[in-house]
């Protein structure tokens, strides 16, 4: 039998406009593991672990924007809004908002996710097979976990 998987509530995200979003896209993961769509699986739970660190960052903002992985462009910071996934993962570790585990779990889905480019793609340092699209999804389940 099929184990039916429970969509989160997503209740710990302040910025309410991602939550529909979030569901969608963890739905979505779902239905893409069972379909056995590998990369698309793997790049909504990038997608969605970047939401979920954004949210956390923003409740945290004055502390994030100077923390040391805090992106600079010509010695000013970067607002938020315009970080990339590597530096909220790195903050978030940095100001002990998530794990080790989930801050190295989170950089591994991080490079896989670098998938969207197809000359990354083509490089064959990657596979997409169903071992990646479940260490992606099982990150994004612990991060889940850890903040609800």
Do not use: M
């Not at 699986?41 to 960052?57: H, N």
Request: glycine content about 4%; aromatic content about 6%; proline content about 3%.
């Amino acid at each position: 039998t099929e184990e039916e998987i429970k969509t989160p509530t997503f209740d710990f995200i302040q910025k309410k406009e991602l939550v529909p979003i979030l569901i969608r896209d963890y739905t979505e993961v779902v239905t893409c593991i069972k379909s056995e769509c590998w990369k698309s699986a793997i790049i909504l739970c990038g997608s969605a672990i970047e939401a979920i660190l954004y949210d956390l960052l923003k409740q945290n903002e004055s502390d994030a924007l100077n923390s040391k992985a805090t992106p600079k462009t010509k010695g000013n910071v970067l607002s938020l809004e315009e970080w990339k996934l590597n530096s909220l993962i790195n903050a978030a570790y940095e100001l002990s908002l998530v794990s080790k585990g989930v801050e190295g779990l989170s950089h591994t889905a991080r490079e896989f996710r670098n998938l969207i480019h197809p000359l990354k793609e083509i490089s064959g340092v990657y596979k997409l097979e169903k071992e990646e699209a479940d260490n992606a999804f099982t990150t994004l389940k612990i991060l889940i976990r850890d903040l609800t």
